[in-house]
């Protein structure tokens, strides 16, 4: 009986996983954005980010997996230092 109750639970569970990205929203709620989210932030193609990337101009992390990440704090901070204000406003 416990058997079948842990194979259903489980079933569950991956539906779940499935359903709702668990690593994605446990990557939001530690401010980290992938290169589809960091691209749509800046309204470029995901190639440019991957660009700057190899060029080491934007701040990123490799996960465990081998992914690439981007600190939300680190790219609100590269924002603000590449941001030109227009003069006069």
Avoid: C, H, Y
């Amino acid at each position: 009986m416990t058997e079948q109750i842990e194979e259903k639970l489980l079933k569950v569970l991956t539906e779940l996983e499935k359903r709702f990205d668990v690593k994605e929203a446990s990557e939001k709620s530690i401010g980290l954005l992938t290169t589809e989210q960091l691209a749509k932030r800046w309204e470029v193609s995901p190639n440019k980010i991957k660009q700057m990337k190899a060029e080491n101009k934007i701040p990123f992390i490799k996960i465990g997996d081998g992914s690439i990440r981007f600190p939300i704090k680190d790219i609100e901070a590269f924002e603000a230092r590449n941001t030109t204000r227009a003069s006069g406003l």
